[in-house]
Structures are given as structure tokens and as C-alpha cells.
């Protein structure tokens, strides 16, 4: 359990690229609050599965999240190494699956996307069904007001633009710009 949470933080703590190596630097580093952030929500994403007791310290560091960071990270979302919160406030990622090096900004909603979703079913607890919500690939950048809503797939190292509204599968390497978002295909230029 604390070798898993540790190689993820040690991901995410690289992934900040902080003028200091120190671990304590970088978690109090004005300018990098988001490494706050990260942290409580691994912590409450290993505590979640552990009993009565784990889900209550769960519930607790999630609710601290919302306080001192103003983001809401759902701790069963499942998120790779090297996660990087460019700016805390307004964040709000649901039960997603996210993979390695995921950049994302300020004011972004990742979730489900309303009743009429294709894969939507209440579970019998009461929660929506984790196949209603989004599918993100590795090195994905998703930029300040986005929104990526519903059982979609974005692919590896595509790039979410700012405001945009996510509705629809992003294929690897595109960007995805406007409302509702229109895909645009990277070329590389060759020198």
C-alpha cells in the first residue's frame, strides 16, 4: 500500500519540475499548490478501500481538498504518476480513469454527462456507473474551463483547448477546441 502511494507521489513530485528536489519545498512551494492537492488526494484514494475507518479519513482528506484547495477529486478516480494541477480552484474530476502525466488547469470538470449518457446506470449504492464517466490516455493536457463529460475516450497526448466543452471521443495527438469541441489534427513540421 505505502510503495504504491510512494512510487506515485515520487511521479508526481518529478513531474513538478520544482527548483528544489526537496519533497518539502516542493509541498510547500507557493507557486506549485496544486502538489498540495495531489497529495491529499492519493492519500484519500489509499484510505478509500480500507474499511469503515478508511473511508471516514477518506471523506475527511477529500473535504480538506475542498477547503484548502477548492478542488474536488472523487478518490475512487484512478490517476497515473507524474499528475500536475497547473491551479487548484474550480477542479472537479468524478470517478474518471486518467493515465500517466496528466497536466490539467484551473475550473475543469471532468464527469458523467447527464441521464441520457449511453452507458448510464445507477449502481446500488447510489453512485453512477464508472463506465459513464470519461477515459483519459497518457501525457493529456486538458486546459483552464474545460469540460470533459461522459463515457468518451480522449487518446494519448491530446490536448483539451481552454473553455472547450468535450462530448465526443478525442483521437491521440489531436487538439479539441470550441463548444461543443471540434477536433483538430497536430502535424509535425520537419525541418
Known sequence: MFSQLRALV???????????????SVLFYARRPGFGAILLYRLSAICFGKGLLGRIASLLLVRMNLIFHACDIDPRAVIGPGFVIGHTVGLVIGRATIGRNFRVQQNVTIGVRDITDRNFNVL???????????TIGDNVTVCAGAVVLGSIRIGNGAMI?????????????????????????KTKVVV
Open 10 to 24: 515520487k511521479g508526481d513530485l518529478i513531474a513538478q519540475k520544482p527548483k528544489s528536489t526537496g519533497f518539502l
Open 161 to 185: 483547448g481552454a473553455n472547450s466543452v468535450v462530448l465526443q471521443d478525442v483521437p491521440e495527438g489531436c487538439l479539441a477546441v470550441g463548444v461543443p469541441a471540434r477536433l483538430i489534427v
Open 124 to 134: 446500488p449504492d447510489g453512485q453512477y456507473n464508472p463506465a459513464s464517466y470519461p
